[in-house]
């Protein structure tokens, strides 16, 4: 399973953007952890994670975006996920972490 992960800071609106492609799972659920640690280190701002690439994730991949809005929270600012696909939208639905990390565009 492959993972590419795009990160930009806005200047504009003062926030990272994340673009998360293929699959995330406990093999490379790892990359995007230290992939937001490193940008959230470069720049604490907000993080809004792109999902519109993504095609699958798992529990640790689920973990691992708790685990930064943890951090983040802590620091008071936010992460948020936008565009999930429909079976990714479901799963966060089943969690409630769609209640806490869906933007609306």
Do not use: H
């Not at 999902?51 to 798992?58: A, C, K, P, T, W």
């Not at 691992?64 to 565009?83: P, Q, W």
């Amino acid at each position: 399973m492959t993972l590419k992960i795009e990160s930009i800071f806005n200047e504009k609106s003062n926030r990272w953007i994340v673009q998360i492609i293929g699959e995330m799972d406990v093999l490379t659920s790892k990359e995007l952890r230290e992939e937001l640690i490193r940008i959230f280190n470069e720049k604490q701002e907000n993080i809004i994670l792109d999902l519109q690439g993504l095609n699958y994730i798992d529990s640790t991949g689920l973990g691992v975006i708790i685990g930064a809005y943890g951090r983040l929270k802590e620091k008071e600012k936010e992460i948020s996920i936008i565009n999930p696909k429909q079976n990714i939208l479901k799963l966060l639905t089943i969690t409630g972490l769609d209640k806490i990390l869906i933007k609306q565009n």
